[in-house]
């Protein structure tokens, strides 16, 4: 017999694996499986046979035979010929029936050649392996915690910092500020969640490599720059980092200041939250986005910017809206105004008016004078942008067309009273303004 095999009697005798007769091999460890004929009356074994019982043994083969049996092997049967053992074989089956799951001999199990069969994968193991896994990645994700706790850096400070931002999530971006829980929000409005709206936080940030800054603010410091873009315009803007008192870092006033230009007297609304007489307009990086409201002088306008470098430092957002536009019917009623005030002047009697385009001076005493308005001018009305040094509004302007006659009684310097007549030019010179009840002009 070239190899060992297993019989019909249900469990394969090498593994204890459960065979049928209809099975070619043992599906567990691969031996063959043969069918024994029914044994007939007792009597002396061939050589090679199986032994009773439906067992197959595994022989030493010495020499090979034609039949591939070994001759007188020593769990064989002597042939006839052969002299007897000197010590009698068992009266039984040479080993037992082999323990359910366990080697048939009791010893190490056989190694199969090839690949050993898969056994079948229970709920419980999977169960478990998931289980190891997931053990493994929230074991990960702790020590990464952990290390970033340990080793925060100005520059995962700042980059703490712009993530608050993408988030809307103005409170925790004020916590990485130094002295940012001594900031009133009703000073600086746009410091709020409300100034962080999804279209206006920065985006597609980038952290540069951190250098020294200053020593002059009396703690360690640290630049850090930052790229990123705002309202799809890329800006470049320095972070100072400085250390806290708790041993970690603090971001030094890493906002934006809003220079607001040309509003002249409109209701202002940056990201839409509005403005007051805030002295100080401070924003966190961004893009800023400006409304001028109309009213019955000026029109609305719209400004919009993002940081730059300022002149004095810092960095500033220049929201200026430009040269207004005049509201619509606004300069006839400012020309409407300017010709009320030019007869309400005509309709006094005094030598000197203040607010009137023109006066008389007279050399002596109780003067009295009569005036007429002989042409009314034509009256330009412009509206001007501010600069540095002051202006802007709407500015009021003629053609130098205007003419008054005047007629004036008084008493000379010798107690004569006199009476003159005369006419002159004027011209209309002044501003105009919004009020309470209205537009306001103001004649020089």
């Known amino acids: 017999m070239g190899s060992a095999e297993a019989t019909t009697a249900g469990v394969c005798f090498r593994c ?6 209809s ?13 024994l004929p029914t044994p007939g009356p007792a009597g002396p074994a061939p050589a090679g046979a199986p032994m009773p019982g ?20 020593p769990f064989s049967s002597p042939p006839p010929s052969s002299a007897p053992s000197s010590t009698p074989p ?52 702790a020590a990464v915690g952990v290390s970033r706790l340990l080793t925060d850096t100005p520059r995962s400070t700042v980059a703490d910092y712009f993530e608050a931002l993408a988030e809307g999530d103005a409170s925790a971006a ?33 952290i540069g490599d951190s250098r020294d800054a200053d020593p002059g603010l009396g703690r360690q410091a640290t630049v850090v720059p930052v790229r990123y873009s705002a309202g799809g315009t890329g800006v470049s803007q320095d972070i100072l980092v400085v250390r806290a008192d708790d041993d970690g870092y603090a971001l030094r006033a890493p906002f934006v200041t809003l220079a607001v230009g040309n509003a002249q007297g409109r209701a202002v609304k940056v990201n839409g939250i509005a403005l007051g007489g805030q002295a100080d307009l401070v924003g966190f990086p961004g893009v800023f986005r400006a409304e001028a409201a109309a009213n019955v002088l000026l029109g609305a306008a719209t400004a919009t910017a993002v940081a730059a470098p300022g002149m004095q430092g810092g960095y500033v957002a220049p929201l200026d809206f430009g040269v207004p536009e005049l509201a619509p019917g606004a300069a006839k009623k400012i020309q409407a105004e300017v010709r009320a005030t030019i007869d309400r002047c ?41 600069t540095w040094f002051g202006g802007g509004g709407v500015t009021i302007t003629d053609d130098g067309a205007g003419t008054v006659r005047w007629m004036v ?35 020089g």
């Open 16 to 21: 204890g694996g459960n065979v049928t007769a």
């Open 23 to 35: 099975d070619p091999s043992c599906q567990y460890c691969g031996m063959p499986v043969i069918d």
């Open 54 to 73: 439906g067992l197959a043994l595994e022989v030493s083969v010495t020499a090979p035979t034609p039949s591939g049996l070994a001759s007188g092997g």
């Open 90 to 141: 068992p009266s039984g089956p040479p080993f037992s029936d082999p323990p359910p799951g366990g080697p048939p001999f009791g010893g190490p199990p056989w190694q199969a050649v090839g690949p050993p069969p898969r056994p079948p994968v229970g709920r419980r193991s999977v169960v478990l392996a998931i289980a190891a896994v997931t053990a493994v990645l929230l074991a990960g994700v």
């Open 174 to 206: 004020l916590d990485l500020v130094f002295l940012g829980d001594k900031i009133d929000p009703a000073q600086y409005p746009l410091l709020t969640d409300g100034g962080l709206d999804a279209g206006v936080r920065p985006s597609d940030v980038r």
């Open 346 to 386: 005509a309709g006094t009697t005094a030598a000197q008016i203040p607010g009137c385009p023109f006066g008389l001076t007279v050399w002596g005493q109780n003067a009295t004078v009569r005036w007429t308005v002989a042409a009314y001018p034509k009256v330009t009305v412009r509206p001007a942008a501010a």
């Open 409 to 443: 009684t008084y008493v000379d310097g010798t107690g004569v009273r006199r009476t003159e007549k005369g006419s002159a030019p004027f011209r209309v010179n002044g501003i105009a303004q919004v009020s309470a009840s209205g537009i306001q002009i103001t004649l």
